[in-house]
């Protein structure tokens, strides 16, 4: 069963069923729409840069400044990557310097905002705990207390996408 929702594939077989009993019927979509009828309008990366900096601003001014945050058209969700955080070290003038970026998929300038909430939490939440353990959830549920709701959310949108053709999978 998991092999046919790969971004489900954590979760019980009785959500899963749940899931292709709803795409079955083809109501899957309907199901999410009804839920999150409308799309943000973080639609560049300026405008995205904002909502990302009021974000750490609120949850995380005492982190390392974000010297990039961009939409990505290179992440590929087919790769569990929805959104990459890097740290970047150079050397500039014999001096290292270092800088913190924030990139997220461009799958996400059109969805609904609490799923680019979830992936911006999700990023920031990295600028302080690099693996996903025990205290990186901790953060990301304080900043964004139904966090875990929102992930698998976001993992049924991918599912429907999947299912409607519009993600690309190699699976």
Same mark, same amino acid.
């Given at each position: 069963?998991?092999?046919?929702?790969?971004?489900?594939?954590?979760?019980?077989?009785?959500?899963?069923?749940?899931? $292709? =009993? &709803?795409?079955?019927?083809?109501?899957?979509?309907?199901?999410?729409? !009804? #839920?999150?009828?409308?799309?943000?309008? %973080?639609?560049?990366?300026?405008?995205?840069?904002?909502?990302? $900096? =009021? &974000?750490?601003?609120?949850?995380?001014?005492?982190?390392?400044?974000? !010297? #990039?945050?961009?939409?990505?058209?290179? %992440?590929?969700?087919?790769?569990?990557?929805?959104?990459?955080?890097?740290?970047?070290?150079?050397?500039?003038?014999?001096?290292?310097?270092?800088?913190?970026?924030?990139?997220?998929?461009?799958?996400?300038?059109?969805?609904?905002?609490?799923?680019?909430?979830?992936?911006?939490?999700?990023?920031?939440?990295?600028?302080?705990?690099?693996?996903?353990?025990?205290?990186?959830?901790?953060?990301?549920?304080?900043?964004?207390?139904?966090?875990?709701?929102?992930?698998?959310?976001?993992?049924?949108?991918?599912?429907?996408?999947?299912?409607?053709?519009?993600?690309?999978?190699?699976?």
């Amino acid at each position: 069963m998991s092999d046919s929702l790969p971004y489900l594939s954590h979760y019980s077989p009785q959500i899963q069923q749940q899931i $292709i =009993a &709803l795409i079955e019927k083809k109501q899957l979509g309907d199901w999410l729409r !009804s #839920k999150y009828p409308t799309i943000h309008e %973080i639609s560049n990366d300026s405008d995205l840069r904002e909502y990302v $900096i =009021a &974000l750490k601003n609120r949850y995380m001014k005492k982190t390392q400044p974000l !010297s #990039k945050i961009v939409y990505d058209s290179k %992440i590929h969700i087919i790769n569990q990557a929805l959104g990459l955080h890097s740290y970047v070290s150079r050397v500039q003038g014999g001096k290292l310097k270092s800088k913190n970026e924030l990139r997220v998929s461009t799958l996400f300038k059109q969805t609904p905002e609490p799923f680019l909430n979830m992936i911006v939490v999700h990023e920031l939440a990295h600028l302080k705990e690099k693996q996903h353990d025990k205290a990186f959830y901790q953060l990301c549920q304080h900043m964004l207390p139904n966090y875990h709701q929102l992930e698998f959310e976001v993992r049924v949108y991918l599912t429907e996408l999947d299912c409607s053709g519009k993600v690309f999978n190699t699976n």
